[in-house]
Nanobody
Framework: QVQLVESGGGLVQPGGSLRLSCAASGFTFSSYAMSWYRQAPGKERELAATITSAGGSTNYADNMKGRFTISRDNAKNTVYLQMNSLKPEDTAVYYC?????????????????WGQGTQVTVSS
């Protein structure tokens, strides 16, 4: 059974920091690219950051570059999102995502898993 369990969310003051964790199980974690998405109230879900399966490459949304850092520990099947200099507009539910595309005899097959999300609230 595939599981992605996020933790580390909470209430933080503007300028503060939080570290989110996502513990994965039920699939070969080291074969999947991992991402963090977020969804603010009344807005569409947006990509925050992505890290490749081996951790060699990362990408960030423009408004998170320099403040957020995504990392992973394949030995612990866990991906992290370190968030610094938090702003009220960072308030959202943050979701962990695992994605992999595999070439099969029938063509390309996508594997796409989501966690339940963790609430981050930035407020004074």
């Amino acid at each position: 059974q595939v599981q992605l369990v996020e933790s580390g969310g909470g209430l933080v003051q503007p300028g503060g920091s939080l570290r989110l964790s996502c513990a994965a199980s039920g699939f070969t974690f080291s074969s999947y690219a991992m991402s963090w998405y977020r969804q603010a109230p009344g807005k569409e879900r947006e990509l925050a950051a992505t890290i490749t399966s081996a951790g060699g490459s990362t990408n960030y949304a423009d408004n998170m570059k320099g403040r957020f850092t995504i990392s992973r520990d394949n030995a612990k099947n866990t991906v992290y999102l370190q968030m610094n200099s938090l702003k009220p507009e960072d308030t959202a539910v943050y979701y962990c995502n695992a994605r992999r595309t595999v070439l099969t005899d029938s063509g390309m097959k996508d594997y796409d898993y989501w966690g339940q999300g963790t609430q981050v609230t930035v407020s004074s």
